[in-house]
């Protein structure tokens, strides 16, 4: 997807089809219908760090295509708020990890006018942060004001079940049979966040491959050991 002013290419994986859903359905739904019909002011998802919502995010962003902006604030927040130029223009933006600017007076008076350009021309803003607004660090009370009109919506850890579908429904987002026996052997054998579990999908893709080896339990534990 082209980016307005910021040369970030989204990653391959992060679109609503390879998202589990169960549990966040009403906020899948609410993204994919911001993204497909461009109605709606847009929403703030918050939750634990691992729960996807850098992919909802950029899922987003890869279904409305050209109209939108994915502004990522753990790579922008150390460049300025200049970053943010130019991208009123476009119809939807997704600002990611908003909290980790919160609090700075230059950030804040810039995300003020984005969002005052954006929503008064019949935009849309999708937010995320680690929070719900009413505990997030934004000092400029205005800005808070602003943010409070969108839906607010807490995106839901996967227990271990979820988690093993999870992985399942990415193995086969990426070509791979992911037995359910396989994914349960992983899940005792590393760390347990759906961000970890999913670098460890991407490293036995890669062995898988180069092995011409199917992800079974002895090949896996090899893989592991190694």
């Known amino acids: 997807m082209s980016q307005l002013v910021l040369p970030l290419q989204l990653a391959d994986h992060a679109v609503f089809a390879s998202f589990y859903e169960q549990g966040n359905e009403a906020l899948v739904a609410t ?11 847009g929403c703030w998802l918050w939750g634990a760090a691992s729960t996807g919502k850098t992919h909802l995010l950029q899922a987003v962003c890869e279904s409305a295509g050209d109209r939108s902006a994915y502004v990522p604030l753990s790579m922008f927040a150390d460049a300025g708020p200049g970053i943010l130029d130019g991208l009123a223009s476009r119809h939807l933006v997704c600002l990611d990890d908003i909290g980790l600017v919160a609090g700075d007076a230059a950030w804040e008076t ?34 808070a004001s602003r943010l409070a009109l969108l839906p607010v919506f807490h995106v839901q850890a996967l227990d271990d079940e979820q988690r093993v579908a999870a992985l399942k429904l990415r193995a086969r987002h990426r070509g791979l049979e992911l037995p359910g026996e396989t994914a349960r052997y992983l899940l005792k054998r590393s760390r347990r966040d759906m961000a970890s579990l999913y670098t460890l999908l991407d490293r036995l893709d890669r062995e898988a491959l180069r092995a011409q080896r199917r992800l079974t339990i002895p090949f896996v534990r090899d893989v592991l050991q190694s």
């Open 31 to 41: 993204l994919s219908a911001l993204a497909a019909q461009g109605e709606g002011h």
């Open 110 to 143: 810039a995300l003020f006018d984005l969002c005052n350009q954006v929503l008064d021309s019949g935009g849309q803003l999708v937010v995320s942060a680690d929070t719900a607004p009413r505990e997030s660090a934004i000092g400029l009370a205005d800005l």
